[in-house]
T-cell receptor, first 113, second 113 residues
Framework: NAGVTQTPKFQVLKTGQSMTLQCAQD?????MYWYRQDPGMGLRLIYY???????DKGEVPNGYNVSRLNKREFSLRLESAAPSQTSVYFC????????????FGSGTQLSVL | DAKTTQPTSMDCAEGRAANLPCNHS???????VYWYRQIHSQGPQYIIH???NNETNEMASLIITEDRKSSTLILPHATLRDTAVYYC??????????????FGGGTRLMVKP
């Protein structure tokens, strides 16, 4: 099993450009998440999806949109990138249940100039 | 949600046990204690979780005090590959995808030869 796969690993954008970060998991998990991590900081939740067809805002959703394409895939879109969105983005998935055991991807390092 | 307090950084000699403390004095009865770690540039990795009893798995042991106000993660024989940021997270137990884990500052563990 590959677990959680994110693409691309690195990306440089100019202010105002748009892009989509892709995430896929092969563990048949219902829940998927997008976090961002700024240098030297903890992770902050952007959006999450409890199941296929549903999405909800997390702690820092402004400037982002998401799509839960199917059970496997959960994408994050920046419509008009800003320098404040320079960060490392992590996708995660988890099983249903009381215990939150998250499985994370390896991250996308995004720089917005 | 209970707040956690961890030391900012710790050192440990290779081969020795690493004991990482976490204070969660406001924890409530239905909150789990989770430990994750993040090795440089990678996504966080689940280590262990517990409610009341001490727990052990192939990675670590979790010791929770009887009053549940603090816990200690023990890496029995630390290796250089255990150098990472360790997050202690307390979260209520429910089957709600929006009940997301919050990753704060964590403890930066440096294992030295």
């Amino acid at each position: 099993n590959a677990g959680v796969t994110q693409t691309p690993k690195f990306q440089v954008l100019k202010t105002g450009q748009s892009m989509t970060l892709q995430c896929a998991q092969d563990m048949n998990h219902n829940s998927m998440y997008w976090y961002r991590q700024d240098p030297g900081m903890g992770l902050r939740l952007i959006y999450y999806s409890a199941s296929e067809g549903t999405t909800d805002k997390g702690e820092v959703p402004n400037g982002y949109n998401v799509s839960r394409l199917n059970k496997r895939e959960f994408s994050l879109r920046l419509e008009s990138a800003a320098p404040s969105q320079t960060s490392v983005y992590f996708c995660a998935s988890s099983e249903e249940g009381f215990v939150k055991k998250l499985f994370f991807g390896s991250g996308t390092q995004l720089s917005v100039l | 949600d209970a707040k956690t307090t961890q030391p900012t950084s710790m050192d440990c000699a290779e081969g020795r046990a690493a004991n990482l403390p976490c204070n969660h004095s406001t924890i409530s009865g239905n909150e789990y204690v989770y430990w994750y770690r993040q090795i440089h540039s990678q996504g966080p990795q689940y280590i262990i979780h517990g409610l009341k009893n001490n727990e052990t798995n192939e990675m670590a042991s979790l010791i929770i005090t009887e009053d549940r106000k603090s816990s200690t993660l023990i890496l029995p024989h630390a290796t250089l590959r255990d150098t990472a940021v360790y997050y202690c997270i307390v979260r209520v137990a429910n089957n709600n995808a929006g009940n997301m884990l919050t990753f704060g500052g964590g403890t930066r563990l440096m294992v030295k030869p």
